[in-house]
């Protein structure tokens, strides 16, 4: 953990020395957007998109879900800062679509530690005691990609504090490839209308 540490502090070193004009961007992202995607360390939508500091809003979780917070960023996104266009950006291979509800209550149930996924799937191998506080989460899990980003869209668009006014995109980024594909059926639901 100590070497993660060093290692993180060194590249900032690094990257603060050669830091320029940074310090002088504004807060509200200069190309006016924002994109909902996912936590795993395999996307980079600084790279897939092609973002500078200061251009966009990205605001990650597991599985890039519009769960309540995600919505809670994207209302302060528009609202305060100016967004005006939206893309929901899930992927294929998503850790998300491995397991259930059930799954990780049981897996936490167990114990804290980290679990093996194999074969027959997910398998809990911590000494515990686990806890049942899992219980009460919606871990917010993938059946089936193209229907999650459907379904995320459709959550914002019907949302009554997003304003119809903003066009929210759906995509599948490949991590195969590094292409986004476009779900259609997801930016026909994120379709905006001419009135906030
Ligand atoms: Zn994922």
Not at 71 to 85: A, D, M, N, Q
Request: a positive charge; hydrophobic letters at 40%.
């Amino acid at each position: 953990m100590a070497d993660v540490v060093k290692e993180v502090l060194a590249a900032n070193k690094k990257y603060a020395k050669d830091f320029g004009d940074k310090g002088k961007l504004a807060m509200p992202p200069a190309r006016r957007f924002a994109i909902l995607t996912c936590m795993d360390a395999r996307l980079d939508p600084a790279q897939y998109a092609g973002l500078a500091e200061g251009d966009a809003h990205v605001i990650r979780n597991a599985g890039g879900r519009a769960s309540d917070d995600a919505i809670r960023s994207l209302v302060i996104s528009y609202k305060l800062l100016g967004t005006r266009e939206w893309f929901v950006i899930h992927h294929t291979d998503c850790g998300m679509e491995t397991f259930t509800d059930d799954i990780m209550r049981g897996l936490l149930a167990k114990s804290l530690e980290t679990s093996k996924i194999g074969k027959g799937g997910w398998k809990d191998v911590g000494k515990g005691p686990g806890s049942t506080e899992g219980d009460y989460i919606d871990w917010l899990t993938i059946g089936n990609n193209a229907k999650s980003v459907v379904a995320d869209v459709a959550r914002i668009r019907n949302h009554p504090l997003v304003p119809k006014n903003i066009p929210i995109y759906g995509y599948i980024y490949d991590v195969k490839t590094g292409k986004l594909v476009e779900v259609k059926e997801a930016t026909k639901v994120g379709k905006a209308g001419k009135k906030p």
